[in-house]
């Protein structure tokens, strides 16, 4: 097929008022962000993966307040968010996945094994989580700001496709308890920042301590 082929009329016509609805939707206002949050790499971390971790703890709180952490990776984020307005469309862009938001139940010492992978990666994107890293390997990690208890468990929110393993993800496996959500992540993402339009809040993140990459 190429565009030396004629249109069918008929099709066209038949799928138009979907296409219309479609586009209506794609094309819906949600929020504003403040500032282009690109997928460039300071110090292990990006705009847009500082906010993806945050807005995804603040969606896995509120299926679960004791969620404590949240994680996700670089290459699950598909694209950047332009300053200005913000639309349904945009978030199908950063997330076109049909990944669901999953709360795992982890000891500390799995935590550890993850914070390991994350190093090896130079980063990925965490919230409430402090890792140091120097060539690829783990230096110091804290979870809130406090040592990690290798025998304590910590709630982490992800979605299933890492917690079933995806991207070589290693730490995630044997939870003891696991909860899959309904939400899709995207459909997590549209709410939250429709919750911040809601309250006059516009879209934000910074480049911050969660990560530190030592020379």
């Given amino acids: 097929m190429n565009s030396n082929i004629a249109m069918d009329s008929a099709i066209v016509n038949y799928i138009q008022p979907y296409k219309a609805q479609l586009d209506a939707r794609m094309n819906q206002v949600i929020g504003h962000s ?4 690109t997928k460039t790499q300071v110090s292990g971390q990006s705009l847009v993966g500082n906010f993806f971790a945050d807005a995804l703890l603040a969606i ?4 679960d307040p004791e969620t404590q952490i949240s994680f996700g990776t670089k290459g699950g984020i598909r694209a950047e968010l332009k300053d200005g307005n913000i639309t349904v469309g ?3 862009e950063i997330m076109p996945f049909e990944n669901y938001i999953t709360i795992l139940d982890l000891k500390g010492s799995q935590l550890i094994t993850l914070a390991e992978f994350i190093a090896k990666a130079d980063g990925n994107p965490i919230s409430n989580m402090q890792l140091v890293i120097k060539d690829k390997q783990l230096v110091d990690f804290k979870i809130n700001n ?3 208890d290798p025998n304590k468990t910590y709630k982490l929110v992800t979605y299933d496709y890492l917690a079933n393993g995806g991207d070589y993800v290693v730490g995630l496996e044997n939870p003891s308890d696991r909860f899959t959500s309904d939400i899709r992540v995207r459909e997590g993402l549209i709410d939250y920042i429709e919750n911040l339009e809601k309250n ?4 934000d993140a910074k480049i911050d301590e969660r990560i530190k990459l030592l020379n």
Avoid at 34 to 37: D, M, S, T
Avoid at 60 to 63: F, M, N, P, T, V
Avoid at 200 to 203: G, P, R, V
């Fill in 34 to 37: 403040n500032l282009h949050l």
């Fill in 60 to 63: 896995g709180q509120k299926i």
């Fill in 90 to 92: 945009n978030i199908f």
């Fill in 146 to 148: 406090q040592a990690v």
């Fill in 200 to 203: 006059h809040k516009t879209i």
